[in-house]
């Protein structure tokens, strides 16, 4: 839908799908400052019928 996740780590969906990647955010980012844990990113994913939402990280 929106491109697709550069994987910190092995590719990883949210369960209960399908699910289509919406955003990443690099915990690294000068905008971004969230802590995700040691260089984390962060993953956004939108149902396929655009009601429900669902975030994951992975880690170093």
């Known amino acids: 839908m929106y491109g697709s996740p550069a994987w910190l780590r092995d590719e990883e969906y949210p369960p209960g799908g399908p ?13 971004c400052p969230l802590d995700l844990g040691e260089g984390g990113v962060g993953y956004g ?4 019928d ?10 170093i």
């Open 45 to 48: 994913f939108i149902s396929g």
């Open 19 to 31: 699910w289509s990647f919406l955003f990443q955010l690099d915990a690294c980012s000068e905008w």
């Open 50 to 59: 655009e009601q429900e939402g669902r975030f994951l990280w992975q880690c």
